[in-house]
């Protein structure tokens, strides 16, 4: 068909308008080529005259008869050019190709893709244009019916083309220069615009779109039904910025859904589609309320409205519940960019039914994932009212003085770290440019827990003070099932980008029950008694692990040195067991970093992350199967296909016997009930079952707790971006100081919520009898009394009568030195009492 009409335009043009052009020109030419003076002021002043004196009542024949040939000649030339021009435009000749019928059916708008938590609350959305899709049923009829009287009112009545709206712009607006008349494009038009926007074509631009439009219009017509054209219209129709459709309008401007507008709100939102920015009611609210009113009177004027409405809902003032939210922004806003980025990923590999791959941004997903959006609120809440109280407590600590002291390493390191050092490397920029550059002030949002505010700083300046800063990350997962259920990556995600869930951190003493586990799994009797003892060994360059407490002495089993965290213990263990032996079992409980090999790891050398850490240690929790985390649930395209559903099971394995793995979590039970977490009873009240491990990094940078209770696994990590910022002592800065207290606050929270009331008095599965029996030994025993023997008899005696003889000789000489001191005193006191 396409072809036959460029045929048919050829035809046309070879024809029948080359002939008239010729003969135009010709008389063109001729006209020129008179001996007659046409071009003089007196010749157009003789044919203005002569048309003055031609008398339509009595006309010479002659002169009709021209007038009559001109206008014809004229008329057939346009139909003519416009014929041409038509048909030059709808076979795409000129402008490009108008999309086929088949592609206008398959028309979809590049569509939000949404993220849900477990309970379908939605979390957050990806897109380039800000925009969800909604049915007409979904749309309040007060908005279809302000929209249809204000832009197109007669819009039922003709087939994309109002001839009456073109006449009118054409009398009014073009020959009597009225701008106010209104425009001729109808919703079929405006929606023709929208889904494909208007290309340049140098002088043509104006009728070639204007063409187009129409021709995609009147295919629209053809294809949709009115309601169809209604619901893609205002879908499609830009709001402002990246900001698409009715529904979001609604969700921005007024926290509504489409549907529950109310005839003010409908008419704010239709008000803005004659300029977006300039009605737009949060800039400009003004303008806006009286384009609203504009709108109110439209709607009385085709009785949409009865003029006692109109006027009522005119004195109501401009109510906005204006919710603009960023990425920034919302409910776990680390976990939905981690998210994004493996989403992305996913989607290039995946093929939709047409065999194009997927686009998160632009498809419509609906991701459903397994954070519980009321246990994500209670982390949130309790990492904010935890972190905000440690901050102070740190201020003061460092009042007056900086961190990190004179080393220059750390400011150096947070520069070469930044966006904007990135930036103006990547153009060019020397050293001395970009230091120059970090000096210059400039105004930016700065974030205090006091709260938000702009202010004047220096790049440098502003790097200083958040360096100050410390941080956090929580994770919260079902060990059965490994879901995620709870994900914190920062203390905020304006400020700090950096997902601390995912960042490698050393880990202290949250390593050791790996240790322990290992030590169990080689045969190792959780009964021993094991001496704490400082001790050198001199075949690992004299390493000589000290306690953190500096105390030394008695025995312990397991349950004790784990409960007090005795390093000289637990690098006993991991030399008794080798440390290739627990780093293996480490690696299959789901450690994927590399591990140091050597015998320092039992203290927790390694840099390992709160995700890798938490995955693990639900193989304590799940009878020694390990629990492979999980939070993407399924995904599900926009006609509610589902391409991707989590397989139950999958991702599980054993890693520890049954009977380790029990008493492991016996183990770190001892840490909460007779260690270092015993504070989570008495301070904030929890009666569930728990176990769990606190931690502390070298030189207290890094503190961590990670907590098992019967239907969670929780780890926190606390600590500053640079490990140089750290508090100054080990009693302020250890793990059970500074993460605890966020585990405790999230717990407690969890727990009063009345949705988890099971969790209240969760209690694990009680030991079987058999270990009751091997576990039935006291934590700590004094060390028992050395064997007598006579040799060591006599050497003590000796070594006491010399001590007593060194003592008696010292008593001596400090006798007669008072002695000697009071003769002396009595001499001078006689020569005074002489004189």
């Not at 050019?81 to 038509?86: P, R, S, V």
């Not at 009118?168 to 020959?175: A, G, N, P, S, Y």
């Not at 059965?480 to 995600?493: D, K, L, M, P, S």
Request: with cysteine.
């Amino acid at each position: 068909m396409k072809r036959l009409l460029v045929k048919l335009i050829k035809l046309i043009t070879y024809g029948i308008l080359v002939p008239v052009l010729t003969f135009l020109g010709t008389q063109f030419r001729l006209f020129f080529q008179s001996q007659k003076p046409k071009l003089t002021a007196a010749y157009w002043q003789q044919k203005w005259q002569a048309i003055r004196q031609f008398n339509p009542l009595k006309p010479r024949l002659s002169e009709l008869r021209s007038i009559l040939r001109f206008a014809l000649k004229g008329a057939l030339f346009l139909l003519l050019a416009f014929t041409i021009f038509y048909l030059a435009v709808f076979t795409g000749i000129v402008g490009g190709a108008v999309p086929s019928r088949a592609q206008l059916k398959a028309i979809q708008n590049n569509t939000a893709s949404e993220v849900y938590s477990a309970d379908r609350v939605l979390l957050g959305r990806y897109y380039i244009q800000d925009r969800t899709n909604i049915r007409y049923d979904d749309i309040a009829p007060v908005a279809i019916n302000a929209l249809i009287a204000t832009e197109d009112v007669r819009f039922y009545e003709h087939g994309g083309v109002d001839t009456r709206s073109l006449a009118r712009v054409f009398v009014k607006t073009l020959m009597m220069g009225q701008e106010s008349s209104g425009g001729g494009s109808t919703l079929s038009q405006q929606l023709a615009k929208n889904l494909f926007p208007r290309k340049g074509y140098r002088l043509w631009d104006m009728p070639v779109n204007k063409m187009r439009e129409i021709i995609i219009a009147r295919k629209l017509e053809s294809i949709y039904s009115k309601q169809e054209l209604l619901e893609l219209y205002l879908n499609t129709v830009p709001m402002g910025g990246n900001l698409y459709g009715i529904e979001r309008a609604s969700r921005r401007f007024f926290n509504t859904t489409a549907d529950s507008l109310r005839t003010e709100q409908a008419a704010v939102l239709i008000g803005m589609l004659k300029a977006t920015t300039s009605y737009n009611p949060r800039l400009y609210p003004e303008r806006s309320l009286k384009r609203r009113n504009v709108v109110l009177n439209q709607m009385a004027r085709y009785d949409y409205l009865t003029p006692q409405q109109a006027d009522s809902l005119k004195q109501l003032p401009l109510k906005l519940n204006y919710r603009y939210v960023t990425h920034n922004d919302g409910m776990a806003p680390y976990f939905r960019e981690q998210l994004r980025q493996e989403l992305v990923q996913w989607a290039a590999a995946q093929r939709k039914q047409n065999g194009q791959p997927y686009n998160l941004y632009t498809d419509g997903l609906k991701i459903y994932t397994t954070i519980d959006s009321r246990m994500q609120r209670h982390a949130e809440q309790a990492v904010r009212k935890k972190m905000a109280q440690l901050q102070q407590q740190f201020d003061a600590h460092w009042k007056g003085r900086t961190p990190w002291g004179s080393d220059a390493s750390v400011m150096q390191l947070a520069m070469q770290r930044s966006d904007r050092y990135k930036k103006l490397k990547a153009n060019g920029a020397s050293d001395e440019e970009v230091l120059e550059n970090f000096r210059q002030p400039v105004n930016m949002p700065v974030f205090s827990w006091k709260g938000n505010s702009n202010k004047s700083m220096t790049p440098m300046d502003s790097l200083a003070y958040y360096q100050r800063f410390l941080n956090t990350g929580l994770l919260s997962m079902e060990p059965a099932t490994g879901y995620v259920r709870a994900w914190v990556g920062g203390i905020n995600h304006h400020a700090f980008k950096y997902d601390h869930v995912r960042s490698r951190r050393q880990v202290g003493s949250t390593f050791k029950p790996f240790v322990y586990a290992a030590a169990l799994e080689k045969g190792i009797d959780p009964c021993n008694y094991f001496p704490n003892e400082l001790t050198t060994y001199p075949e690992y360059d004299d390493w000589s692990p000290r306690n953190s407490n500096g105390q030394y002495g008695g025995e312990y089993t397991m349950r004790g040195a784990l409960a007090q965290s005795v390093n000289t213990i637990s690098a006993h263990l991991i030399l008794e067991t080798g440390v290739d032996r627990t780093v293996a079992l480490a690696k299959r409980m789901g450690i994927k970093q590399d591990l140091p090999r050597v015998p320092s790891l039992a203290l927790g050398t390694a840099d390992l992350s709160l995700l890798e850490m938490v995955s693990a240690y639900s193989a304590f929790a799940n009878g020694g199967y390990k629990t492979a985390p999980v939070y993407i649930e399924r995904i599900e395209d926009p006609q509610g296909r589902v391409i991707h559903q989590h397989r139950s099971g999958s991702g599980t394995q054993r890693v520890l016997s049954r009977d380790n793995a029990a008493i492991m979590l016996h183990l770190l039970q001892g840490v909460v009930e007779e260690g270092s977490a015993a504070r989570l009873r008495t301070e904030y009240g929890l009666r569930m079952d728990i176990a769990g491990k606190t931690g502390t990094s070298q030189e207290h940078a890094d503190g961590w707790f990670i907590g098992i209770t019967p239907e969670l696994v929780t780890g926190v990590w606390v600590g500053a971006e640079s490990p140089k910022v750290r508090f100054r002592t080990i009693s302020e800065g250890q793990g059970s100081r500074t993460a605890m207290p966020v585990w405790g606050e999230y717990m407690r929270r969890v727990a009063q919520d009345k949705e988890f009331a099971s969790l209240r008095t969760g209690r694990f599965a009680p030991l079987p009898s058999h270990l009751q029996g091997m576990l039935s030994c006291s934590s700590y025993r004094d060390a028992p009394p050395e064997p007598e023997n006579i040799f060591d008899r006599i050497a003590d005696r000796v070594v006491k009568t010399y001590e007593d003889w060194k003592n008696q000789a010292k008593s001596n000489r400090e006798r007669k030195r008072e002695e000697r001191k009071r003769k002396q005193e009595e001499k001078k006191e006689k020569r005074i009492r002489w004189f």
